[in-house]
């Protein structure tokens, strides 16, 4: 309605500067720049031959960023004007061009030659110089000077929505009065209805935070701030598709602000929509790359996140890479370190490094037990007994720093158990359970150590609490071998069919199922898990093996030698699948192969009985009847030592 307004006056009268001006300031809140600037400039021209109107002018000249030129014509060229009109302006441009000291002498020389003294110009002055004084950091003067202008008009709002800004985190309920009076003098005023979802963000109140935003853009649509608060509170409050929305219209006004990328992907990285948070978060670095200012605060949290989506799809390398990069702009930060450590360690791609990475984070802040229970893993996970060794170390340390740890308690007791010390590994299970009894690793590891030491009931009890914790298709996996190894197969394979409901494609689950199932004497069953089992990328020497056990029991000798030749491939050093393969190319009367699976057998595992006895039935089918008598020899002269040695 302004517009039109003034450009039916600009009609009426083109000759008029003052009506260009106008339009053009309002052009300028509308950020339509170049119009604004085409009447600026028409407002301009038409001043050149009116210096007496020299004020007209300056304000021309401070509209086009022409300061100096401004601040010459209100000097030399107002000649006949107000002074006080002169001072004010002054201040005004000083203001425009960032001296803000100047201005607040300007503005009060304005005050001291004022003939008629007016309480609302003295106030807008006052007000004016609490702008400046703020501009200056100098939130005190600027306070002063807020009062002094609501003392003059108490109905000045701006200046009490100032004051209560100010005052909003030291003094808060003075401050919500101030808002609050504000909004009653000017309903219009969408800053104080920020300022006030900052108050009730301050004391918790969000939900009355996200309405006082929506009444800030209802005022002011085009508010990218009041979009960006909105936003990141409603990330809070969970309502990430509202929040996305806000966000979007942020990234809209201004696409250059990398605080509402970050805070959009974050929204989509909750959301799984991951390939978008990625996509956001890489713009974020992007925007932040070359501005040293502000990199620290955004652009390492988005290479951390980034890092967590690459690792949750299986980029690994990209993970590692971001991690880098964040540890190059801040290598003394303990966190980036143990995080590299934590990526190095789950991708399994160097243990080495990921305890170079553990130990770097503990030069900086040798008191990080996260840092010591993640190096601890890295080294039990090494498998060699100095890795125990030093990962029993680091769990101790880490216990005697935080003596609540859980975690350090359970991998404690699963390093004590890899040593076969079973009952000191149930002690720190124990620990655990005391201090949380619902800790469900805990639970697990104690139900295992029990079963080890053949306490099968109270690896039970541990099992079933486990279970009510939260039935996992690992926990009930666990239960299905506790109630295997009692006898009862059928509760088993009970638990075994819930763990699979939980995890179609978990492979440990599907190889117990099959197991189960070839107990049975369910060999069609059996081979159909083991096959899922395969699916579902598992491929170690006992699954091979056993489907190959199955397929030869099912007549499928072509497909059994397959698995095991596999399996060979994949694990040379296994004796039994040498065995298998020997005997399945019996079966294909492949008797050379067949002795060279069984010698190869016999390498690996000297003195089995029934490998020789096997391969001495080999050599008699191939007319070797010497050799096939010694087999057999050796066989009786180590079964007599077997008897002999259980006598004794």
Known sequence: QALRDYGRAVHLQPDVPQYHLLRGDVLLKDNRIALAHIHLQVAARLNSEKTKKGICSAKVDTYLGKYDQALGTLRHHTAGASQTAVAWQIGRTLMKAGKFTDAISSFMLAIDVMNQPSSKSISELHYQAGLCHLANTNTTKALLAFGQALRNDPKHAKAR???????????????????????????????????????????????????????????????????????????????????????????????????????????????????????????????????????????????????????????????????KQAISLKPNLPELHHCLGVVLHRSRMALQHAVEAFSAGLQHDPFMVDALVGRGNAFMDSNHPSGIILSKRDYCRAIH????????????????????????????????????????????GRAMVSL?????????????????????????????????????????????????????????????????????????????????AMEAGSEDDALLNNRAVVKAILGDFAGALSDLEKAVELYPSTGFVHFNRGNVLVKLENFTE???????????????????????????????????????????????????????
């Open 594 to 648: 067949a002795e060279k699976s069984y010698t190869c057998a016999l390498r690996l595992q000297p003195g089995d009985l029934l490998t020789l006895q096997a391969r001495g039935r080999t050599h008699a089918a191939m007319g070797e009847k010497e050799k096939a008598l010694n087999d057999f020899r050796l066989a009786i002269n180590l079964a007599a030592e077997d008897r002999f040695q259980r006598s004794r």
């Open 401 to 444: 720093l935080q003596p609540a740890k859980l975690t350090a308690y359970v991998n404690l007791g699963y390093c004590l158990q890899m040593q076969g010390h079973f009952y000191q590994a149930w002690k720190q299970f124990s620990s655990a359970v005391i201090m949380n009894e619902r800790f469900q690793p805990a639970l697990e």
């Open 161 to 323: 929505f100032r004051r209560g800004a100010c005052t909003l985190f030291q003094h808060p309920e003075q401050a919500i009065d101030d808002l609050n009076c504000a909004l009653d003098i000017d309903p219009t005023l969408y800053e104080a209805f920020l300022a006030r979802a900052a108050y009730f963000v301050r004391h918790g109140r969000i939900t009355k935070a996200v309405l006082n935003c929506s009444s800030a853009i209802r005022l002011q649509p085009t508010s990218a701030s009041a979009y960006l608060l909105s936003g990141s509170l409603k990330y809070t409050l969970r309502v990430f598709e509202g929040a996305v929305k806000d966000l979007s219209r942020v990234i809209a006004l201004q696409p250059r602000c990398a605080l509402a990328f970050y805070n959009r992907a974050c929204c989509y990285q909750s959301r799984k929509e991951l390939q978008k948070a990625i996509s956001d978060f890489s713009t974020v670095i992007l925007m932040l790359d070359d501005d040293s200012s502000v990199r620290n605060e955004l652009l390492i949290p988005s290479l951390q996140n980034r890092a967590d989506i690459y690792l949750s799809v299986g980029e690994d390398e990209s993970a590692i890479a971001d991690l």
């Open 452 to 532: 080890q030491m053949s306490q099968y009931y109270s690896a039970m009890l541990d099992m079933n609490r486990a279970v009510t914790v939260r039935p996992t298709a690992d926990i009930l996996n666990n239960r299905a071998v506790v109630h295997y190894y009692m006898g009862d197969l059928a509760n088993a394979m009970r638990d075994l069919s819930s763990a699979r409901q939980h995890k179609p494609r978990h492979s440990l689950v599907l190889f117990n199922m099959a197991t189960i199932c070839s107990q049975q004497r369910l060999f069609p069953e059996a081979l159909e898990c083991f096959n899922a």
